[in-house]
């Protein structure tokens, strides 16, 4: 009977959200299925399946069939049963962000038109259970949940994802020998983030505990690992940067046979060190031996998830899959020209795919819908690939502006709007910064009202009041005017290059005067580009001062630039450009998981895949 339990789970026939508890409750039983950090949350298989009964009772009580039901709790495992719960109750799901800004939930409240929002699971919890006889049926191809993304219009929309998109091919890892070894994967991952979920959900389906963190923090994870023996990992790039600078080359991660990194892209250094920090197995009398499998997952909230993945075996110097990872089974690429026909081998195009996972359309935006989606059910990504091979593609960019924060999407245009919404900011142009840790951050370039002083400004805190945390600027800076295009677009690329940090001057102006500096800081626009030439382009729309402050402001080369976004740490400083030449300024950055870092001096009382 066990063994057809588990093949019934594995096949996924008739399989949804709503029965996915009962179903591995009935192959694993009393084993552990989680234990959060601290003495938080814990629960084997069994006590879950009862506890999803007993929430989809109170969700039942307090909404009708096919409601939307936003969970705004914090992040944590009870998100996910959470999920189940509505979807057995025959409602769909909208779970949010715990770090996301109290305007951001009420957006997602209004625009999925939620009858009950449940901010805590014991709102749901006291009613008797609904059992089987009251628990709503439901087909795998119905819509089970909505997962909110931010789109171009810089409004997040809510991605309508079926059972069948959510649950994927999870359920085959339930064939694996779970019950003769031990494991153990580490998390500290957004549950609300399609990643974070789907990695929740995968470990379920194996029958593999959970250690989970709520709010992850690379020593806490490494001590995870350490002392608990944990045998996976799953994490997107930031957090293996800081594991790495939190000390995990002197800690003994030998225990780990697999990590899994997701949500952005890895880099191929930081994932060949990681492999050898773990082994391929540990033999009495010998101990470690080998190295880890490294695993890379590429998807997004709009395909429910991996529709790719790029794996490096042990002892293996390179992964296989290109840099975007062989599709899944069930998943087809393509990459198109503007014209949308496909490109030929070795050309650059657009990715589109196809697939189960591919949303349903956007929750109340047809206009949206029909922009990311073809008549005959392609999914334009908005990536650009190079086709290979085999069906291999190669990342090659972004089409769209989207900036890739330590595996979250940053949306240029919804910074803007709210950066905007300051009296006294007249343009804002968001651009990606490069970022050791987290790969991109967003920069943020302003015209001002006439004579308003950036530094007199608090932007960080006013984004920090209308954004989530992961979103508010890392660095900010004043200029006069924007590159633009003969149509008045902002040239995104050109902005970039104002962050650059001041070049030495030319040798025939090295030894120059503090007067010759005052004559640069007098000269009219004209002057100043043709002067930026020779120079760096901050000189031609860097923010200027009076007079009096302009000449001390040129002699340094200073840029009026960049307060550390207080989304890193409370009481964050100044990055100002007053330093040697060629180097920045050091920044403290925020972790990938929002819920890891200290809260901004004026956070919001809240705190995602964007890409998977």
Not at 51 to 59: E, S
Request: charged share 25%; glycine share 10%.
């Amino acid at each position: 009977m066990w063994l057809l339990d588990r093949l019934d789970l594995a096949l996924g026939r008739g399989l949804t959200l709503g029965v996915l508890a009962d179903r591995l409750a009935e192959v694993h039983g009393d084993r552990p299925l989680v234990q959060e950090a601290d003495g938080g949350f814990r629960s084997t298989f069994a006590q879950a399946a009862d506890r999803v009964d007993r929430w989809a009772a109170g969700v039942a009580a307090g909404s009708a069939p096919g409601d939307r039901v936003v969970l705004a709790t914090g992040n944590g495992y009870e998100q996910f049963l959470l999920t189940l719960a509505v979807a057995r109750a025959g409602r769909i799901a909208a779970p949010v962000n715990g770090q996301m800004a109290p305007a951001e939930v009420d957006h997602v409240i209004a625009d999925s038109g939620a009858t009950l929002v449940v901010r805590a699971a014991d709102e749901v919890d006291g009613h008797p259970p609904l059992g089987d006889d009251l628990a709503v049926a439901a087909e795998p191809d119905d819509v089970a949940a909505l997962f909110y993304t931010s789109g171009t219009t810089g409004k997040p929309k809510g991605a309508r994802l079926t059972h069948r998109a959510l649950l994927g091919g999870m359920p085959l890892t339930s064939l694996l020998p779970s019950h003769l070894r031990r494991d153990e994967i580490v998390l500290g991952l957004p549950v609300a983030h399609i990643y974070g979920f789907t990695a929740v959900l995968g470990a379920a389906c194996a029958g593999i505990p959970t250690f989970f963190l709520p709010r992850f923090h690379p020593v806490a994870a490494l001590d995870a690992i350490e002392q608990r023996r944990a045998t996976v990992f799953a994490g997107v790039p930031a957090m293996y940067r800081m594991l790495e600078e939190a000390g995990a080359a002197e800690r003994d991660l030998t225990s780990i046979r697999l990590w899994i990194s997701g949500a952005d892209a890895m880099p191929p250094d930081l994932a060949a060190r990681f492999k050898g920090y773990g082994a391929l197995a540990t033999l009495p009398l010998v101990g470690a031996v080998g190295e880890a499998a490294f695993a890379e997952g590429y998807g997004m909230v709009e395909t429910g998830g991996g529709v790719a993945v790029r794996v490096s075996p042990p002892l293996l110097p390179t992964a296989l899959g290109g840099s975007m990872g062989m599709p899944l089974p069930g998943v087809t690429f393509k990459v198109v020209d503007d014209a949308g026909r496909e490109v030929p081998i070795g050309g650059v195009g657009e990715l589109w795919l196809k697939g189960p996972g591919v949303l349903r359309g956007y929750h109340g935006a047809p206009e949206a819908t029909a922009a990311a989606l073809t008549d005959d059910g392609w999914l334009r990504t908005g990536d650009l690939a190079r086709r290979g091979p085999l069906g291999i593609v190669n990342f090659e960019g972004r089409s769209k502006d989207v900036i890739k924060r330590g595996g979250y999407s940053v949306y240029a245009v919804e910074v803007e709007q709210a950066l905007e919404e300051h009296p006294d900011v007249l343009e804002a142009a968001v651009v990606p910064l490069p970022d050791d840790r987290d790969g991109e951050v967003p920069g943020a370039a302003l015209r001002l009202r006439p004579g308003v002083d950036l530094d007199a400004l608090d932007l960080p805190a006013w984004a920090a009041e209308r954004l989530s945390r992961y979103k508010v600027p890392a660095r900010f800076l004043a200029v006069d005017t924007f590159p633009r295009t003969g149509t008045d677009k902002v040239q995104r690329r050109e902005v970039v290059a104002l962050f650059a940090p001041p070049g030495p001057a030319p040798a025939e102006e090295a030894a120059g005067t503090e007067a010759s500096a005052r004559k640069v800081a007098a000269k009219p626009a004209a002057a100043k580009r043709a002067a930026a030439k020779q120079a760096t382009p901050t000189k031609a729309v860097a923010k200027q001062a009076t007079p009096t402050k302009a000449v001390a402001k040129q002699a340094v080369a200073k840029q009026a630039v960049a307060k550390q976004a207080p989304a890193t740490r409370a009481g964050a400083t100044k990055a100002v450009a007053k330093r040697p030449a060629g180097k920045q300024a050091p920044t403290r950055r925020p972790p990938a998981d929002r819920t890891s870092t200290a809260r901004p001096a004026r956070s919001s009382s809240a705190a995602p895949r964007s890409r998977a």
